[in-house]
């Protein structure tokens, strides 16, 4: 695993009990960019070294960036498809 300040930690959870998160690499302590890193939380604003585990990966700010436009323009246009095709429910005849 390898980062340099800016880039973003995600930690992806296997249970339905937590959520993945996010930090923002602030620092990168290890040798050639490997752990640990100093990561600044985006749910908590905390920022804490983090030693990283099996289940988290390193993304870069523009890939980040990208995934989340990319999520953003999903979302919109389920919304649409929603809104043009409203339920019709008995009750309402």
């Known amino acids: 695993m390898h ?22 690499i602030e620092q990168v302590r290890g040798a050639g960019g490997t752990p640990p890193f100093v990561v600044r939380w985006l749910d908590t604003d905390r920022v804490v070294l983090v030693f990283p585990g099996p289940d988290g990966h390193v993304v870069s700010a523009a890939d980040l960036a990208a995934a989340d436009a990319a999520a953003n323009a999903r979302f919109t246009r389920v919304q649409r498809e929603i809104s043009a095709h409203p339920v019709h429910r008995p009750e309402e005849s």
């Open 3 to 24: 980062a340099e300040p800016g880039d973003w930690l995600v930690i992806e959870r296997s249970d339905i009990e937590h959520h993945a998160r996010r930090g923002r």
